[in-house]
């Protein structure tokens, strides 16, 4: 039985939002391991610097993606106007994906990549509090919901 907590509600705007045609934009797979969460988004259309990609990771876990599906490189050189009778591919235009991770997470300790076939892929370490000992060295790291 699958948890509660690894079915993030996930909230679509602009072309995710419409999701009439082409490949689902905006879906979403979470991993978790002692240390860190991965979390996978399937983002097809969209092209590195071209669609103005921006993630943001807040402490609490919350994750917004947000960009722009542009034209293909071909369309906006060709002199021709193309009338488009089918179009199963995401249509041009913004989008936003958020979600939440299962926990906190330390949003600077996080590493971003963009695979083939338009999925972003990113780790990021979840929030730790250092236990000190009485000589104020680190003894150990306990999650932030978990404490002896």
Not at 99 to 109: E, H, I, T
Not at 132 to 147: I, T
């Amino acid at each position: 039985m699958e948890s509660p907590l690894l079915k993030p509600m996930v909230t679509l705007s602009g072309t995710a939002e419409e999701g009439a045609v082409g490949p689902p934009l905006g879906l979403v797979d979470i991993g978790i391991c002692e240390s860190a969460y991965l979390f996978r988004v399937a983002l097809p259309g969209v092209r590195g610097s071209e669609s103005k990609l921006k993630c943001n990771i807040q402490l609490n876990g919350r994750v917004h993606i947000e960009g722009v599906i542009t034209e293909s490189q071909f369309m906006k050189n060709c002199s021709k106007v193309f009338e488009m009778k089918v179009q199963q591919l995401c249509p041009t235009g913004p989008f936003s994906v958020s979600f939440n991770l299962p926990g906190p997470v330390d949003p600077r300790l996080c590493s971003f990549s963009f695979k083939a076939g338009g999925i972003l892929e990113v780790v990021v370490l979840k929030f730790r509090i250092p236990h000190l000992s009485a000589e104020g060295w680190f003894e150990k790291w306990y999650d932030c919901w978990s404490f002896p």
